[in-house]
């Protein structure tokens, strides 16, 4: 089945060691989203992708980067993880055909910072 | 700016009673509206959608009418299972295809 897979869906970092959390997608789409989410809130668009251009959301912190090596995979990055970012990070896809461009959403890796 | 104000949770109901989840919008131009479920520890899952006024979706006895004179799309469903516990949160999609996701309602549903 096509679909949005993260890996790993639980990760533990420590304060302040870079961790990288992955994405890929089986359904050729060609916008990639990255989502952060805390308990009992919506989720907050840190950036996405459309193909290889890159857009970032105005009040997304420094600390977060993300790459796009090809169309199935992106990457999210942060650089100096603090006890502030530990929450669920959300991938999402959707392609740019059709009227409505619903967004097809992974799992979630649950982030934890120690 | 666009916005989605969802109704505050928890809602709590008894298997087989009706439920109403409240959601507003504003926004500009003309947006598409989503509702996406949650179930614990798990990603998102689009549960239907409306491209525009007057369209009806609906999915899994789930449905919601895009009521532009009203700016609302509220979630129905006439006899609701356990299963059904979750959160549910409102969405819409600009012209610019960004999303914009209300807070979220999360559904308790007592056997």
């Known amino acids: 089945d096509a679909m949005v897979i993260q890996n790993p869906r639980y990760q533990v970092t420590q304060f302040g060691k870079p961790v990288t959390l992955s994405c890929s997608q089986t359904?050729?789409?060609?916008?990639m989203y990255w989502y952060q989410q805390k308990s009992s809130q919506a989720p907050k668009l840190l950036f996405h992708?459309?193909?290889?251009?890159?857009?970032n959301e105005a009040d997304t912190p420094d600390n977060f980067q993300s790459r796009r090596p090809n169309t199935s995979f992106c990457f999210l990055d942060i650089r100096s993880p603090g006890l502030g970012d530990a929450a669920m990070y959300l991938c999402?896809?959707?392609?740019?055909?059709?009227?409505?461009?619903?967004?097809?959403f992974g799992p979630g890796t649950r982030l934890t910072v120690t | 700016g666009n916005s989605v104000t969802q109704m505050e949770g928890p809602v709590t109901l008894s298997e087989e009673a009706f439920l109403t989840i409240n959601c507003t919008y504003t926004?500009?131009?003309?947006?598409?509206l989503f509702w996406y479920v949650q179930y614990p520890g798990e990603g998102l899952q689009l549960l239907l959608k409306?491209?525009?006024?007057?369209d009806k979706g609906s999915n899994k006895g789930f449905e919601a009418t895009y009521r532009k004179e009203t700016t609302s799309f509220h979630l129905e469903k006439g006899s609701v299972q356990v299963s059904d516990s979750a959160v549910y949160f409102c969405?819409?999609?600009?012209?610019?295809?960004?999303?914009?996701f209300g807070s979220g309602t999360k559904l308790n549903v007592k056997p």
């Open positions: 926004a500009t131009g003309y947006p598409s």
């Open positions: 992708y459309y193909d290889k251009d890159f857009n």
């Open positions: 969405a819409l999609m600009d012209n610019f295809n960004k999303f914009y």
């Open positions: 999402a896809t959707s392609t740019r055909s059709g009227r409505a461009y619903e967004q097809y």
């Open positions: 359904l050729n789409h060609n916008v």
């Open positions: 409306a491209t525009k006024a007057d």
